[in-house]
């Protein structure tokens, strides 16, 4: 935990936690050969262009088989057809591949969840330092407020003389600066506790 050293006001601050994480790169460099080839097999098949060339392709297939069985039946001995309709070994290939995608993304899918639990892991203990450092400012703002109402005080129990007066004066105005410094700290320190 982040803390003031010694208090008084010549307070040093001290990090003690650990440096902010790349989950992503951890994610990435722990990542298996296999996982690899499943995450770009899962982003290849979930896209456009492997639908837009997956449809070309199918409407190939049957365009050319149904015209090589009408050219059979207008002129026999002509090529035959490797799958006319119902293009059963189209199907084949369609279960087929369906069989073997489908878990693939599927194992993309975990690998995904696994990653967003890491990172709401790090969003959580990254809110917690952010949480003890603001602690920190805070308590370091109450502290420097009581020195300061403590020399007030001590100085106005010295207002005997006119040089003493316009040094009271000359403090109230910095005490004025120091109040609507801490104003705007606490205004930032609101802003990052809502955010």
């Not at 878990?103 to 959580?124: C, F, G, I, W």
């Not at 502290?143 to 403090?171: G, K």
């Amino acid at each position: 935990m982040p803390t003031l050293r010694p208090p008084g006001p010549c307070a040093v601050y001290e990090h003690d936690h650990p440096p902010v994480r790349n989950i992503n790169e951890e994610h990435e460099a722990r990542m298996s050969l296999g996982q690899r080839v499943a995450d770009r097999v899962a982003s290849g098949v979930g896209s456009w262009p492997f639908i837009i060339i997956q449809s070309v392709l199918l409407f190939v297939w049957m365009v050319v088989n149904v015209y090589l069985v009408a050219m059979e039946m207008h002129r026999p001995g002509y090529l035959r057809a490797w799958d006319p309709y119902p293009f059963i070994l189209l199907n084949l290939v369609l279960s087929f591949q369906a069989a073997y995608t489908g878990p693939v993304v599927m194992m993309s899918q975990n690998r995904q969840s696994e990653k967003d639990r890491l990172m709401a892991q790090h969003d959580y203990e990254v809110n917690q330092k952010a949480e003890e450092e603001i602690e920190v400012v805070m308590e370091h703002l109450a502290h420097q407020d009581r020195l300061l109402l403590d020399a007030i005080a001590y100085l106005e129990s010295l207002q005997t003389t006119p040089p003493v007066a316009d040094l009271v004066r000359r403090i109230d105005d910095i005490l004025r600066r120091v109040e609507e410094n801490d104003r705007r700290i606490i205004a930032i320190v609101e802003r990052m506790e809502r955010a």
